[in-house]
């Protein structure tokens, strides 16, 4: 993610995510109750369920599966596999780096979105899928803003007890822990336009 002036460019490859979080109740700010925050997706997880990246991994030779598991027989998230089953079981239909992956359809190219930040805009979380496994973006956001003193202390600190929550449902929830990682940016207003100069 880039701010550029007031415009938030978001480029995502894989199944990381990126949500920004507004205000909705604009008059919280003169004490009248706690800011209450909307969440916007600015990203769609690039997963092989998807209808239009199936399509494109079928049409290169490649085929989309569910793991199963044997003893319980809970299905496990959609992968990519060559024709063989001989790998890459990628549950990405997009990536970089996993050439293998490229040749039977998984894309390098991004979702790429372009946001206009306004002042009602508080923050912005990316967060890797070992996060939004476990956390709704919601949920996120609010265990962010809460830990955050509603983005007026260390954003840092935030992105810790985020990492911290979700590291601890995976604990509860599977034998396993995925990659947590999470970025917290506050989003300050918008500063004015320069005037134009005088020739």
Not at 94 to 100: A, E, K, N, Q, V
Not at 170 to 180: H, L, Q, S, V
Request: charged share 25%.
């Amino acid at each position: 993610a880039v701010l550029v002036r007031h415009v938030l460019y978001v480029a995502n490859v894989g199944d990381s995510r990126a949500v920004l979080a507004h205000v909705s109740n604009p008059n919280a700010a003169q004490g009248v109750d706690r800011e209450q925050l909307t969440v916007l997706p600015l990203t769609v997880d690039q997963v092989p369920g998807l209808k239009e990246e199936r399509e494109r991994i079928e049409e290169c030779g490649g085929q989309v599966r569910r793991d199963e598991s044997t003893l319980t027989g809970e299905q496990g998230p959609f992968r990519v596999w060559r024709m063989d089953m001989q790998g890459p079981g990628l549950a990405m239909s997009r990536s970089l780096g996993d050439t293998i992956a490229h040749d039977i359809g998984v894309s390098h190219l991004p979702f790429v979105r372009e946001y206009r930040v306004s002042e009602s805009d508080r923050m912005l979380l990316l967060a890797t899928d070992g996060v939004w496994d476990m956390l709704e973006n919601g949920e996120a956001v609010d265990i962010a803003a809460r830990a955050s003193g509603d983005c007026k202390c260390d954003p840092a600190h935030a992105a810790e007890q985020l990492c911290d929550t979700a590291r601890r449902a995976w604990e509860f929830k599977e034998a396993r822990i995925d990659d947590i990682t999470a970025l917290l940016v506050f989003l300050p207003p918008p500063a004015p336009s320069a005037p134009p100069r005088e020739p």
